[in-house]
């Protein structure tokens, strides 16, 4: 069945410095969404990517859709102890509304 | 956004007792609901794909008269699991999709069977 990993796992960051989490698929996707779930609580959505090289930014995040739609990524500019959390890939193949989830990446932030 | 609610947020049974959880959509209505189990520290594993209207769609492995659901209306959605045993015990999230396909969460039910 389809796979989706993340790396890293585990992220530890100077508040300040930037952090990247990559998401990689084992099958062509039609989308992937992007989540943050804080410690405690539950997913929230925070972007869809549809188009192949697809780049959207949220104020500090950016995020990339990979060309062949197998990978993505989420940059954070100079993180703050407000990013902390795990940050979820998904993604949902051609004709398949179901979202498998990635592996997560927990980001925690050295004040 | 839309708003996913979930009931109880917290409950705790004894071993061999049957536990409902609600899931509902507050300000949209949801045509499908997904069922989710975390455990700690680990990523969302889909269980089972709610329809209105028609019977659930379970995942491999996902034991459908264990996990019993009903998605009797557009903004209700039922996850009963039956006979619980310790190793039932996790966080399970409900989610909702709108038109536009985006799924929204709820806040997570965190069950505990002693």
């Known amino acids: 069945g389809q796979q989706v990993m993340q790396i890293p796992q585990y992220q530890h960051v100077q508040e300040g410095e930037d952090f990247t989490t990559y998401c990689n698929s084992s099958?062509?996707?039609?989308?992937i969404q992007w989540y943050k779930q804080r410690p405690g609580g539950h997913p929230v959505f925070l972007i869809q990517?549809?188009?192949?090289?697809e780049v959207k930014k949220q104020k500090r995040l950016t995020f990339q859709f990979g060309e062949a739609k197998k990978n993505s990524s989420l940059h954070i500019t100079a993180t703050q102890t407000t990013d902390v959390g795990t940050y979820f890939c998904?993604?949902?193949?051609?004709?398949?509304?179901?979202?498998?989830f990635g592996t997560g990446t927990r980001l925690t932030i050295i004040p | 956004g839309a708003v996913v609610s979930q009931h109880p947020s917290r409950v705790i049974c004894k071993s061999g007792t049957s536990v409902k959880i609600e899931c509902r959509s507050l300000?949209?209505?949801?045509?499908?609901m997904f069922w989710y189990r975390q455990f700690p520290k680990k990523s969302l594993m889909l269980m089972a794909t709610?329809?209105?209207?028609?019977?659930?769609?379970?995942e491999q492995g996902v034991e459908k008269d264990k996990f019993l659901i009903n998605h009797a209306s557009l903004t209700l959605s039922t996850l009963t699991v039956t006979s619980a045993h310790p190793e039932d015990s996790s966080f399970y999230i409900c989610?909702?999709?709108?038109?536009?396909?985006?799924?929204?969460f709820g806040p997570g039910t965190r069950l505990t069977v002693t």
């Open positions: 709610s329809n209105e209207g028609s019977k659930a769609t379970y």
């Open positions: 099958t062509t996707l039609s989308n």
């Open positions: 989610s909702a999709r709108d038109r536009a396909y985006e799924q929204y």
């Open positions: 990517l549809v188009k192949s090289g």
């Open positions: 300000d949209f209505q949801a045509t499908t």
């Open positions: 998904a993604g949902s193949n051609f004709g398949n509304e179901k979202l498998t």
